[in-house]
């Protein structure tokens, strides 16, 4: 079975513009979470949806915006890029959204680099 | 905010040593899960832990979470060169809250 697969893997932007990176989550599985990962940090809490509705969202500017597919898939733009936001984004998905907490299927990232 | 509080940031061993890492809260977790990510890899889940007091094992890995439900631990017996990685605790709700890491290096 084919796990999380994000694209693209790899991103190189300059500051002011914007990006749109893509997740497809484990087939049957309904929750997507978004994580931002600096070099030599673990992963920032950015949004978590399930069944298409945001479910929660982390301590990000307004700038970063997510929404999820009736596939499930989810896509998570970034506005008016700045250098401090080059980071391996990484999508998660899991069985549910609430109650059972169960294991997240992180896939490999996208790599964004601001110039 | 919730923290998680990891340590040691770096730990290098000789393979065959022992390994520990540690993961502290001021606060009361409601469960904790460690993953592991290889250099240039993703986080891949390990173990969860929900009950006081708890004890897992994993071949040569042993995960506990201590009886205040307020700190972690994950314990390599016998490290190999197939451990290097970075190890993370989180706290699992809506969303995981990360440790900042264990970053495990093993010489041969």
């Known amino acids: 079975d084919a796990g999380v697969t994000q694209s693209p893997t790899h991103l190189i932007k300059t500051r002011g513009q914007q990006v749109t990176l893509r997740c497809s989550p484990i087939s049957g599985h309904k929750s997507v979470s978004w994580y931002q990962q600096v070099l030599g940090q673990g992963p920032q809490f950015i949004f978590q949806?399930?069944?298409?509705?945001?479910?929660g969202r982390g301590n990000f500017p307004d700038r970063f915006s997510a929404r999820q597919f009736p596939n499930y898939s989810s896509e998570l733009n970034v506005n008016a890029l700045l250098l401090g936001d080059s980071a391996l984004y990484l999508c998660?998905?899991?069985?549910?959204?609430?109650?059972?907490?169960?294991?997240?299927?992180f896939g490999d990232g996208t790599r964004l680099s601001i110039l | 905010g919730q923290q998680v509080m990891q340590i040691p940031q770096y730990q290098h061993v000789q393979e065959g040593e022992d390994f520990t890492t540690y993961c502290n809260s001021s606060t009361t977790l409601s469960n904790i899960q460690w993953y592991k990510q290889r250099p240039g890899g993703h986080p891949v889940f390990l173990i969860q832990l929900v009950k006081s007091g708890e004890v897992k094992k994993q071949k040569r890995l042993t995960f506990q979470f201590g009886e205040a439900k307020k700190n972690s631990s994950l314990h390599i017996t016998a490290t190999q060169t197939t451990d290097v990685g970075t190890y993370f605790c989180a706290e699992a709700g809506g969303k995981l809250i990360f440790g900042q890491g264990t970053e495990l290096s093993v010489k041969p």
């Open positions: 998660a998905s899991s069985g549910t959204g609430t109650g059972v907490i169960q294991p997240q299927h």
């Open positions: 949806y399930y069944e298409k509705e945001e479910r």
